[in-house]
């Protein structure tokens, strides 16, 4: 920084561009599921938050899902909900990932609403849960 004369003229540009950038480059953010939350195509409590997961529209309406396996289905139902954000939670630490970023497995884990659909951040650890807990192993 250099060559800078007016610092303080310069670092308030430089902290409304900051906001601007990472507001423009933040793009949809997940909402937080509570526990009085329904999902939105079984209608059970969104109960395991390892297995949550959401989809916000491009009108930025926010449909919760308790199952990785019912949120699929929402979308498969759902042409009109255009090319919304999806996010699902990774298994391992429940933090919001998008689900172009995660990977998603078929297990044999109990998931809320049976389909064993779980989703890592880290495709490591997919690949390590997908071989200890094979899909096979459960009844379909």
Do not use: H
């Given at each position: 920084?250099?060559?800078?004369?007016?610092?303080?003229?310069?670092?308030?540009?430089?902290?409304?561009?900051?906001?601007?950038?990472?507001?423009?480059?933040?793009?949809?953010?997940?909402?937080?599921?509570?526990?009085?939350?329904?999902?939105?195509?079984?209608?059970?409590?969104?109960?395991?938050?390892?297995?949550?997961?959401?989809?916000?529209?491009?009108?930025?309406?926010?449909?919760?899902?308790?199952?990785?396996?019912c949120m699929e289905e929402f979308l498969a139902r759902t042409?009109?909900?255009?090319?919304?954000?999806?996010?699902?939670?990774?298994?391992?630490?429940?933090?919001?990932?998008?689900?172009?970023?995660?990977?998603?497995?078929?297990?044999?884990?109990?998931?809320?609403?049976?389909?064993?659909k779980i989703a890592f951040r880290d495709p490591r650890k997919?690949r390590e849960f997908a071989e200890r807990y094979p899909a096979?192993?459960?009844?379909?």
């Amino acid at each position: 920084m250099s060559g800078i004369r007016n610092v303080g003229a310069r670092a308030g540009l430089s902290l409304g561009l900051s906001l601007l950038v990472s507001c423009a480059g933040s793009g949809v953010r997940p909402v937080e599921i509570y526990p009085e939350d329904l999902c939105s195509l079984c209608r059970m409590t969104v109960s395991d938050p390892r297995c949550a997961g959401e989809v916000i529209t491009n009108d930025d309406e926010v449909y919760k899902f308790d199952d990785i396996g019912c949120m699929e289905e929402f979308l498969a139902r759902t042409p009109e909900a255009g090319t919304p954000t999806v996010f699902v939670k990774d298994y391992e630490t429940t933090q919001w990932v998008l689900r172009d970023s995660s990977t998603i497995v078929d297990t044999d884990l109990f998931t809320p609403m049976g389909s064993g659909k779980i989703a890592f951040r880290d495709p490591r650890k997919a690949r390590e849960f997908a071989e200890r807990y094979p899909a096979t192993n459960r009844a379909r």
